[in-house]
T-cell receptor, first 114, second 114 residues
């Protein structure tokens, strides 16, 4: 079985500062990894995904994430935070066998201070 | 394309009442999923359907039933609602082998059980 740990349930940054949201995973087989964003009272929107093609993955809205197998990590970064980035972010893992469902982390709520 | 749609958006039930949450998709997804979202716990899989006519339990199936009568629709039924089922429910789908398990989510149903 696979699992995801997101360190920090709340992260607060100033507008223009670096955003770093942490995600560590556990999987016995090569994983697919995802970051989803949820704006208030909305569904989940895919930010980016790792599918083994490249370890540095670029997503929408200026976000990117780097897959590090040795550290079992898939941290999400953005060089300069914008007020509109305030949302909840979920890291998720899936594998290519079995039911293919996503296993989610507990989420990180990002606040952006003016 | 409407994508993944869910009805209703909001619902308040009394303990012991029953209801069905509806989910429909026009994205030709083979697999469909029901998740529940609770604060600090991310999303947890309730049931999934790998194809029309098949369903299987996820992490937290107790108190729920599902039905996948055709490719488009996947419903979730609460036979006797309990306060512990107060949550936000998301339906999701994905298409198949080449999608790397990327899932598309509906807008959610916010359910309160009194």
């Amino acid at each position: 079985a696979q699992s995801v740990t997101q360190l920090g349930s709340h992260v607060s940054v100033s507008e223009g500062a670096l955003v770093l949201l942490r995600c560590n995973y556990s999987s016995s087989v090569p994983p697919y990894l995802f970051w989803y964003v949820q704006y208030p009272n909305q569904g989940l929107q895919l930010l980016l995904k790792y599918t083994s093609a490249a370890t540095l993955v670029k997503g929408i809205n200026g976000f990117e994430a780097e897959f590090k197998k040795s550290e079992t990590s898939f941290h999400l970064t953005k060089p300069s935070a914008h007020m509109s980035d305030a949302a909840e972010y979920f890291c998720a893992v899936s594998v290519s066998t079995g039911r293919r469902a996503l296993t989610f982390g507990s989420g990180t709520r990002l606040q952006v201070q003016p | 394309n409407a994508g993944v749609t869910q009805t209703p958006k909001f619902q308040v039930l009394k303990t012991g009442q029953s209801m069905t949450l509806q989910c429909a998709q026009d994205m030709n997804h083979n697999s469909m999923y029901w998740y529940r979202q609770d604060p600090g716990m991310g999303l947890r899989l309730i049931y999934y359907s790998a194809s029309e006519g098949t369903t299987d339990k996820g992490e937290v199936p107790n108190g729920y039933n599902v039905s996948r009568l055709n490719k488009r629709e996947f419903s979730l039924r609460l036979e006797s609602a309990a306060p512990s089922q107060t949550s936000v429910y998301f339906c999701a789908g994905h298409s198949g082998e080449s999608s790397y398990n990327e899932q598309f989510f509906g807008p959610g149903t916010r359910l309160t059980v009194l």
